[in-house]
C-alpha cells in the first residue's frame, strides 16, 4: 500500500519559514517525480513545486519563485520544502504528490496524495 506521509506544518508569522517533509513508502519511487501542491479554503487545489527523479530538475509556481525550495532524497523516498519569507496567502493545507515521470508532468496531476498538513502564516 503506497503511503506518503507528509509532516513539518504549523503556525508562523509572516516572514518566517518552515520545512515541510514528505516519506514515501509501499514501492519503488525510482522514476517517480515528486511535488507538493496546496489547497486554500474555498480555493481548488494549485501546483506549487515539483522535482524529477533523476534530474532533479525543479519547477515552481510563480508565487512561490525565490522563496521556496523542493528537494529530495532518493535513498529515503522523502521529499522536502523549504518554505521562507511566508506570506498570509500561502495559509492552506500542503500536499505531497508523486507519480510516473517528469516533474513538468506531475503538475497537471498525480498518482498518489498525502494526507495534507496545514500551514498557517498569521500576519
Known amino acids: 500500500q503506497v503511503q506518503l506521509v507528509e509532516s513539518g506544518g504549523g503556525l508562523v508569522q509572516a516572514g518566517g519559514s518552515l520545512r515541510l517533509s514528505c516519506a514515501a513508502s509501499?514501492?519503488?519511487?525510482?522514476?517517480?517525480?515528486m511535488g507538493w501542491f496546496r489547497q486554500a479554503p474555498g480555493e481548488e487545489r494549485e501546483f506549487v513545486a515539483t522535482?524529477?527523479?533523476?534530474?532533479?530538475?525543479?519547477y515552481y509556481a510563480d508565487s512561490v519563485k525565490g522563496r521556496f525550495t523542493i528537494s529530495r532524497d532518493n535513498a529515503k523516498n522523502t521529499v522536502y520544502l523549504q518554505m521562507n519569507s511566508l506570506k498570509p496567502e500561502d495559509t492552506a493545507v500542503y500536499y505531497c504528490?508523486?507519480?510516473?515521470?517528469?516533474?513538468?508532468?506531475?503538475?497537471?496531476?498525480?498518482?498518489?496524495w498525502g494526507q495534507g498538513t496545514q500551514v498557517t502564516v498569521s500576519s
Open positions: 509501499g514501492r519503488t519511487f525510482s522514476g517517480y517525480a
Open positions: 504528490a508523486a507519480a510516473p515521470g517528469t516533474a513538468d508532468s506531475l503538475r497537471l496531476g498525480a498518482d498518489y
Open positions: 522535482i524529477n527523479w533523476s534530474t532533479r530538475a525543479t
